[in-house]
């Protein structure tokens, strides 16, 4: 599901990357259902939009030279919501869902949230975005071989509000391959969530370059004002 507009072009409309529909469509993955709501400016350009995976199964098996992108499960260009129903299913050799912007205007944001989940089995990163990554009360597994699980270049990373979100990687999980990573700038936060970060030496990393790394939650034996904090340079 491949929709890169910053390469997009005219005289050539077939080829990817392709342009984003500027009315709602269907598509059918696997046996369910890929459903894009836009939204559209006064000129009629797309600038946001809703993806709502509904028993939804991406596949991209294209390993050529640009693989990391061009094999992606999902590859946006503008600030999206992703709602999720049902079970739901990313496999890919580059990354699982790629939100990018050449200006690295730090605009381009991904809110993710529904009663539904989704599995990600992807080479490169499950999560690569260029703004702010959202995980609002999603259930989440992400498998990946190389890079991080959830990355941002430019923005923070939230999990909050009962989230549980499974990070796996097989390579082993270093600083510089955190499971969750900002980038340039940005915090890390996980708010009454459930995150597990797993590997094969045992260890888990959350990598913010920003200000802080925070986790929140309620503790019985403190009540529900305390939250423990971790900092991270």
Known sequence: FIFNEDGYDPANPDAY???LPSEETVYT???GQ???TPETDSAGNV???RLTLRDAVIQNTYSGATFENYGSGIWMCVPFELVLEGENRITSQGRGIFLTDSSNSGTRTLNVRGTGSLTIDSQMEGIRTDGAVTLDAVNLTVTYVF???IITEYGDIVIQNGSRVTLKNS???TVSSAAVRTNNIGDVSI???HVIAVNSAGTGSFHGTGRRTE???QDPRHGPGRSRRNSMS
């Open 17 to 19: 990357p392709l342009r």
């Open 29 to 31: 993955a696997g046996g």
């Open 34 to 36: 890929i459903i894009w």
């Open 47 to 49: 600038v946001s939009g």
């Open 147 to 149: 890079a991080s699980g």
């Open 171 to 173: 390579a082993g999980i």
């Open 191 to 193: 708010r009454n969530s």
């Open 215 to 217: 986790v929140k939650r």
